[in-house]
């Protein structure tokens, strides 16, 4: 359970709304980090505890959209485009190039915990197409070599502090 204080803040922030379920969304999102990047049951019961919603509203946000994630991630989220405009751009040949590199399968994280590959719908920048997010950061026009180059520099970046 997150420490009283960030509980009152939480629960605060939801007083704000006419409907406290309007604040479930940036409770998942505040819980999700405190808890190192995805949610467990728990931190789930926790939301919907907070919130005032019932468990299933809960675990129903919590599951419907793809930014919260319900078992542990890599350090970096990729989440690679497979809607239309990437696929007819090449996405199958980006997602290759990554499996290959980081010696996963998509859905998969690497052993040392650095990336998690995912697959998303539409980014909503076809016209880039191919798209993918690594984290919060939207790549566009990617190919396998822009994203050769991505990888190192973020690769060569020391790890985030944990928690
Ligand atoms: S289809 Fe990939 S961004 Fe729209």
Redesign the pocket.
């Given at each position: 359970m997150v420490p009283e204080h960030i509980r009152k803040e939480l629960s605060d922030h939801c007083a704000h709304y006419d409907s406290r379920r309007v604040g479930l969304i940036w409770v998942l999102q505040q819980l999700q980090e405190y808890y190192g990047g995805w949610l467990n049951d728990d931190a789930v019961r926790e939301a919907a505890d907070i919130v005032g919603v019932t468990e299933a509203d809960a675990e129903g946000v919590a599951t419907f959209y793809n930014w919260f994630f319900r078992e542990p991630v890599g350090e970096n989220v990729i989440v690679v485009?497979d809607?239309?405009?990437?696929h007819l751009c090449g996405c199958d040949k980006i997602t290759a190039h990554l499996e290959k590199r980081l010696g996963i399968k998509m859905g998969e994280t690497t052993a040392d915990k650095k990336y998690t590959l995912l697959p998303v719908v539409?980014?909503?920048?076809?016209d880039k197409?191919?798209?993918l997010m690594i984290g919060d950061e939207l790549y566009d026009n990617v190919t396998p070599e822009s994203l050769d180059k991505t990888l190192d520099e973020i690769s060569s970046k020391p790890k985030a502090a944990a928690k």
């Amino acid at each position: 359970m997150v420490p009283e204080h960030i509980r009152k803040e939480l629960s605060d922030h939801c007083a704000h709304y006419d409907s406290r379920r309007v604040g479930l969304i940036w409770v998942l999102q505040q819980l999700q980090e405190y808890y190192g990047g995805w949610l467990n049951d728990d931190a789930v019961r926790e939301a919907a505890d907070i919130v005032g919603v019932t468990e299933a509203d809960a675990e129903g946000v919590a599951t419907f959209y793809n930014w919260f994630f319900r078992e542990p991630v890599g350090e970096n989220v990729i989440v690679v485009c497979d809607s239309i405009s990437c696929h007819l751009c090449g996405c199958d040949k980006i997602t290759a190039h990554l499996e290959k590199r980081l010696g996963i399968k998509m859905g998969e994280t690497t052993a040392d915990k650095k990336y998690t590959l995912l697959p998303v719908v539409c980014l909503g920048n076809c016209d880039k197409s191919p798209c993918l997010m690594i984290g919060d950061e939207l790549y566009d026009n990617v190919t396998p070599e822009s994203l050769d180059k991505t990888l190192d520099e973020i690769s060569s970046k020391p790890k985030a502090a944990a928690k």
